[in-house]
């Protein structure tokens, strides 16, 4: 902890003299002093002054086993002191290797084979888009070119991502450069459209949508896209960047419908939260289509600097050693009931819509009148002022507009479940009192 506050003056200086954020409106942020956080332990990240937050969205819904992990602060350092990092272009290394039969280990009967590493959850759906359209293009089926998404869904930020996201606050300045996407709201909707046979691929965040506001899927949608997908000869992908290893509940949000994609695309958790890895798996018939003599160029041309890094590789090998070796699986189930029963707390607050929840993820709808449904002014960003008064109750976590997302380490405790939870009440209760007088 740095406990100097000439210094700490110092690098808040430094910061908005420097520094571009994400999703941050800077003009706003050098006004006040930046949080500056130092270090973290557990479902906890402290301060540079000292002050203590409970990790509400897991840093960004990555961590998962909290931050500071033994097991993975040996794994890394092991790592870093033996192989940096390789090329994986024209080489290939052991924690590689290894972490991918760990992966495809990991689906009963081995259907997901072959693992394609990235760097992060855009480009590992990049990775899918293209594997989809090659793959056609290689099995005679060029025709085969269109993409479907679901309306208010969010895949990342890269171009062919982003395109998948449709019009959003996020991606509709840069509509000229996204390739077209046909956008649906409800399964009901495939049936009406035209010519599925010339559709390449559907992708879903499976059971649950995340920055559309946390909202849940209908039970057995998945299972029955999986069905359309099967008549039409469509490929599926799922998206599973924010709730794969163990955030709904299973390691993967599929299981729970017996679902098994023609692509699973992985990020965020997939090192326990520790560093930038993606993966992106798909079934051995994809992978086959790609092979061939070198003139006949089947090659995915596709790949990153860091791909496979061996510091990420080995996180990601320790992470799935702690879901084994700490029954973390085998706790979720008692961990996730009771922050259902916690979260009625919330649901009790006037200004407290719906409240969703998947496993241990939840979205808490503010409103200025739930009992009327009337939402507060876009304008009014109630939410960020909310997640921000949350700081001063000891919890750190961010809204999607105006849902304010708890999504804890599956580490956290049954008390640290509730010690978050009435953290936000008081921040609610606090903000709407200021705002009344």
């Not at 041309?301 to 879901?323: D, K, Q, R």
């Amino acid at each position: 902890m740095i406990t100097s506050l000439q210094e700490s003056s110092c690098l808040a200086a430094l910061d908005h003299k420097h520094l571009w954020h994400p999703f941050t409106q800077q003009q706003e942020w050098v006004k006040q002093e930046p949080l500056i956080i130092t270090s973290g332990k557990g479902a906890f990240l402290y301060d540079i002054h000292g002050g203590k937050y409970f990790d509400g969205n897991s840093s960004i819904w990555t961590n998962i086993h909290g931050h500071a992990h033994p097991r993975m602060i040996e794994a890394i350092a092991k790592q870093v002191a033996t192989l940096d990092h390789t090329s994986f272009l024209g080489t290939t290394h052991p924690k590689a290797i290894m972490l991918a039969e760990r992966l495809v280990g990991l689906f009963p009967g081995k259907q997901l084979e072959r693992v394609f590493f990235s760097d992060n959850g855009s480009t590992a759906i990049e990775v899918a888009l293209k594997m989809t359209l090659q793959y056609w293009q290689l099995t005679g089926h060029p025709e085969r070119q269109r993409l479907v998404s679901f309306r208010n869904a969010y895949h990342g930020d890269t171009a062919g991502a982003a395109s998948l996201s449709g019009k959003n606050l996020f991606s509709e300045r840069f509509e000229m450069i996204h390739f077209p996407v046909e956008q649906i709201s409800h399964i009901s909707m495939l049936e009406k459209l035209p010519n599925p046979s010339t559709i390449a691929g559907i992708i879903i965040e499976p059971l649950i949508q995340g920055v559309a506001g946390m909202r849940l899927w209908p039970p057995g949608m998945l299972r029955e896209l999986r069905g359309f997908c099967d008549e039409q000869g469509i490929l599926l992908i799922l998206d599973e960047v924010m709730t794969g290893f163990g955030r709904t509940g299973t390691m993967f949000a599929c299981e729970q419908e017996g679902v098994i994609p023609d692509f699973l695309v992985l990020a965020k958790g997939l090192t326990g939260g520790v560093l930038p890895l993606a993966a992106t798996m798909t079934q051995e018939k994809i992978y086959e289509a790609f092979l061939g003599k070198m003139h006949e160029e089947k090659t995915f041309y596709y790949g990153h600097s860091y791909t496979a890094n061996p510091i990420a590789c080995a996180a990601a090998l320790a992470s799935l050693e702690i879901f084994e070796t700490e029954l973390v699986l085998e706790t979720l189930a008692s961990k996730i009931a009771h922050f259902s029963r916690s979260l009625k707390r919330l649901q009790e607050l006037p200004h407290v819509g719906e409240v969703r929840q998947c496993g241990l993820i939840a979205g808490i709808e503010i409103m200025e009148d739930a009992r009327a449904n009337i939402p507060y002014p876009k304008q009014a960003y109630m939410g960020a002022k909310v997640c921000m008064a949350a700081r001063a109750h000891g919890l750190l976590t961010r809204p999607v507009l105006d849902t304010i997302v708890l999504m804890p380490p599956l580490c956290t405790s049954e008390e640290e479940i509730d010690q978050a939870v009435e953290a936000l009440c008081k921040s609610l209760e606090a903000w709407i009192v200021s705002e009344l007088f």
